[in-house]
Structure formats: C-alpha cells, structure tokens
C-alpha cells in the first residue's frame, strides 16, 4: 500500500474515533502526592491522638492533639506565657460544648514536626489547663484545619504512626470505603443512627479530638429518636471548651458509617446551650473511641476521608460506668466530681479524695486508672486519702448495658 493510501486510512480512522466519542485526549493531571514524613503518635482515653512538636525555634517539645474538630491551629495560654511567644487581642470568638469566648491569636508562627517545618501558622489562643488535667500531661495546643488543610494526612491506629504527604493524586489503599464529607472548617459527615425499629439518617461532626464514640444534642434525640423510656441513661460529665459539661450516657441500638455498622454504641447526650451543632443541621459528632476503629486518610483538598478498619475494629466498646470524676491536679489524682446516685456515691467517695492506688497500682498515673476503671462487673480496690487519713473504698464498677 502506497504512502498515501496509508494517510487516508489512518485519518478515516481517527474520524471513526471521533464520532465514536472515543479520541485522544490530553489533560493536565495533579503530580503524585509526596511523603514528606512519618512520626509516632500516643493515644490518651478514648483514642485521643497526641503527637509532639515545637513551635519557631524553640528547643521545648510540646504536646499537640490532632483534632479534626478544630477548625483552626491552637495554643494553651501557659505554654505561650512560658515560651513568651507574642500574643495579639482580637474580636474573633470560638465556641465549644461548654462556651464561648473572645480568643488572642499569635501570628506568623512556625510548628516543626519530625521532618517537616509549616510556616506561616496563626495560632489562637485558649487555655488547655483542663484538658492537661484530664490527661495527666500538659497539653500545649491543638493541631485541626490549618495544618490538614495543607497536606494529606494518614492515620494508621496499628502502628501509631502518622504520614503526612504533598497534596497531589493519590491511590487509596483497596479494602475501604471513601466518605466524601461536607468541609470547610470541620468534617460533616453523615450517618445513620437505628434506635427500636427506627433509623434516621443525620448529619455528625467528624470528630478526631473527641475522646468518645458518639456525642448527640438532646434536640437530635427528642426531635427525632425517640429513646425508648425504658432505655438506661446515667448521670455523668464530659470536657470541652470552656470547661465540664453535665452530660448523660446511654447505648445506642445501631450506628452505620458508610457500609459499617456499630452495634450498642455508648454514647454522651447533652443539651447544646451554646448552639454548636445548629440543630436541625448537625444531629451531633463521631469522636475517636469509634474512629480509630480505622485508619484514616484525610485529603481535604479533595473533600475525601478514606476509611479502611484496622485490628481495633471488632474491639469492644468501653460500657464502664463509676460516675467519678477524677483529674490531675499538682501531681495528684483527685476526685472532683461524684455523680448523684452513681456507684461511686454508694461507694462512698467524697470531692478531694486523693487517689493513691487502685488494685495495688500506686503509679498515680490517671491514665492507667482510667483504663483499669473500665472494667464493668469488677470490683475495684481503692486506696484514697481523706483529711490526711487512707481509707480503703470498695468500687464495684457498674455496665451501661
């Protein structure tokens, strides 16, 4: 076949492509996203991630929460005072479970994570001493949307490691599901949640830094669940901004994210006095005791979470209940709060117990206290000072269930 014979066939042939719909095509593609680091991470009560960090060129290591529930980059106001980094007043307000408040912000900060310097950074301003008290180490700050916004962040709840990458293409790993939330300062995402008979679907605040399963308003829950009036629900506490919030506890039938589902869920009700969740808008939040059930990919810039479940997946939930509210406060571990007919009240704790050792473990580490409350059924053995004196209290720790 001659020369031109072959041209004709060969534009004949694109121009059957074409009318085909099928034709070449160039396009400009986002480059392949880069690891830049990976880092170790600790997990307090309830999966709460804790990485470390310093900020500009300070030799402290500080302690950060990655919270996706923060909608912003944060620092405790001792830790500023202590490092005397410069803080500047404003008019902007943060809003939280338990308050609202006008923040001070320190602008044009640098935090250096193992591997990587994020510069540019204007950190507001909050006082963590509560949280630091709840954790039994100081919390320097919080780590949300400035920094998720810049990078692809990989959760892997196995190896308690943390990978952060350049924004680009990515190819998830198969064996998950692919949320695609609503995003612009915090995760919305949502979910179905089955009480008796009945499923309602609502949308749930994507919550990393909340150190629980489920968190839902009384307005999501006589609104639209309905709890049954024989359902149990037991008097208790949570933290947040602004301070403790009286909450309640209780379980719930079902919860569904994406194809998962979650049997008898524990979860905290409270009554959003502050308008955090915008009801009808938001039914509540998803926090990290059922979250790091997974390993998380969070690609913001595409408006993609990539869930794929870990070895924590079939754990079972936490169903202990005390009623004891016990903090970190100058090296000791004190009781603060004993809730109204709880098992602690029949025990016989008092506000300002100290508690020296639980079951021969003098550690005083909350901590390990914590986790070794939250053995529903058990008797636990507690030593506690009152008035300069020990005494013994008997704790049997009750079940939600």
């Not at 919550?207 to 399963?213: E, I, P």
């Not at 005791?289 to 479940?309: A, G, H, M, Q």
């Amino acid at each position: 076949m001659s020369r031109n014979g072959c041209q004709i066939i060969l534009i004949q042939l694109c121009t059957l492509l074409l009318s085909l719909g099928a034709f070449c095509q160039e396009e400009f593609v986002p480059s392949p996203a880069k690891l830049l680091t990976s880092f170790p991470f600790k997990q307090f009560s309830g999966g709460v991630v804790v990485l470390q960090a310093k900020v500009n060129d300070l030799s402290d290591t500080l302690n950060f929460i990655l919270d996706t529930g923060s909608g912003g980059i944060s620092l405790d106001s001792t830790t500023c005072d202590r490092l005397r980094i410069n803080t500047t007043a404003s008019n902007k307000t943060i809003r939280g479970i338990a308050g609202i408040r006008t923040v001070r912000f320190a602008y044009n900060n640098t935090l250096r994570l193992p591997g990587l310097r994020v510069d540019s950074l204007n950190f507001h301003i909050n006082d963590y001493e509560i949280l630091s008290n709840v954790y039994g180490e100081h919390i320097d700050g919080i780590i949300g949307y400035s920094f998720f916004t810049r990078y692809i962040v990989k959760i892997n709840y196995d190896d308690s490691l943390v990978f952060v990458y350049s924004k680009g293409s990515m190819k998830y790993p198969r064996g998950g599901f692919l949320l695609k939330p609503l995003l612009v300062n915090i995760p919305i995402q949502s979910g179905q949640v089955k009480e008796e008979k009945k499923s309602v679907g609502a949308r749930f605040y994507f919550d990393t830094g909340a150190g629980l399963c489920m968190l839902l308003s009384t307005d999501f829950i006589s609104d639209s669940l309905q709890l049954s009036s024989k359902k149990k629900i037991f008097h208790t506490q949570a933290e947040g901004l602004g301070g403790k919030a009286d909450m309640r506890i209780t379980v719930i039938k079902e919860f569904r994210l994406g194809p998962y589902r979650f049997k008898k869920v524990p979860s905290y009700i409270f009554t959003d006095e502050y308008n955090v969740t915008s009801y009808p808008y938001l039914g509540g939040l998803i926090g990290n005791d059922l979250l790091r059930r997974f390993n998380l990919t969070l690609n913001y810039e595409k408006k993609e979470l990539y869930l794929i479940p870990n070895s924590h997946f079939r754990e079972p939930f936490d169903y202990a209940y005390t009623g004891l509210g016990f903090y970190f406060i100058d090296g000791e571990v004190r009781v603060t709060d004993v809730m109204k007919d709880s098992p602690a009240e029949r025990a016989g704790f008092k506000p300002d117990d100290v508690m020296v050792a639980i079951n021969n473990n003098f550690s005083r580490n909350i901590q390990v206290y914590k986790n070794l409350l939250q053995n529903a059924g058990q008797k636990m053995k507690i030593l506690v000072m009152r008035d300069g004196q020990p005494i013994m209290i008997t704790l049997k720790v009750q079940s939600i269930l």
